[in-house]
């Protein structure tokens, strides 16, 4: 029998287990559930939920529905979907994650507070990502995206930044960011930066640290649409070399692994506990051929 382990902090964060508790829920009650967006960023998931009779939408259908429940993931939407539901008599189903709603309320406080014209709100985040486009949402869109140092083109550092992080971003990748910014400024003083990284994600990175020094080969299980996954699976490639990448058990057939050794299964807080467990048994099967 081969030795493998599951990481126990691996799996659903608090928002997207609170998305999908309440998906479940209403489900039992409703005759029909529309979801606005995946509901969290891993196909079997989203599968597994069809099955139940949620039915995912984009923007576009839903400003064409009306009188009917729409479930809003924890990604957090912009002012401009609750004002649609409002005119068509959606009734929502709210499950933004508390995390993204703190940190939506932050940025509108700092975009209608500011009392400098010149002033630029900036946001690192994925550009057109689901909660990025909540926040940018939040400013009547003025908001500046930046993923990186690639796009410092597009701030003018002789004026005032007021600088907020998507929630999911890596906590070292932001800090790096912070530092050049506040080196580039000709002013320090128009330099003013907000950490809003959620620590839940964040503190994976350490745990993925630890699981991957312990085992021999890991298997980290991830949805392709994770930038979360993406994220926490590289990290997890640098300090294990063996480290693989699947989105379900079918595609561990194939890969080349010593059966012999210690091999752990981790995942992204959008992987489901389940998807690991049978990548687990998946796992087994294999080594008994």
Known sequence: MANIEIDKNSGFCFGVLKAVTKAEEELV???T?????????????????????????????FAQLHDVKVLLRAHGEPPSTYEIAKKNNITLIDASCP???????????????????????VIYGEKGHAEVNGLVGQTNQSAIVIEGEK???K?????????????TKPLDGFNKIVGVLSDKMADKDKFVYTDTICRQVSNRIPNITTFA???????????????????????????????????????LIGLEIDYSK???????????????????KKLEELSLL
Not at 34 to 55: A, F, P, S
């Open 29 to 31: 009650n409703s005759e």
């Open 33 to 61: 559930l529309y979801c606005l967006g995946d509901i969290v960023h891993n196909g079997q998931e989203v599968e597994r939920l069809t099955k139940m009779g949620l039915i995912t939408i984009d923007h576009e259908q």
């Open 99 to 121: 995390v993204v709603l703190r940190l939506q309320k932050r940025i509108k406080d700092a975009y209608l507070e500011e009392t400098d014209p010149e002033a630029q709100l």
């Open 151 to 153: 796009d410092f083109d």
């Open 155 to 167: 701030l003018d550092f002789t004026k005032k930044i007021r600088f907020f992080s998507q929630t």
């Open 213 to 251: 020094e312990q085992n021999d080969i890991v298997i980290f299980v991830s949805g392709k649409k994770s930038s979360n996954g993406k994220v926490l699976y590289n990290h997890s490639k640098k300090i294990n070399p063996n480290t693989h990448i699947v989105s379900e058990p079918s595609e």
């Open 262 to 280: 210690k091999i752990g299964i981790c995942g992204a807080t959008s992987t489901p506990s389940w998807l690991m467990e049978d990548v687990a």
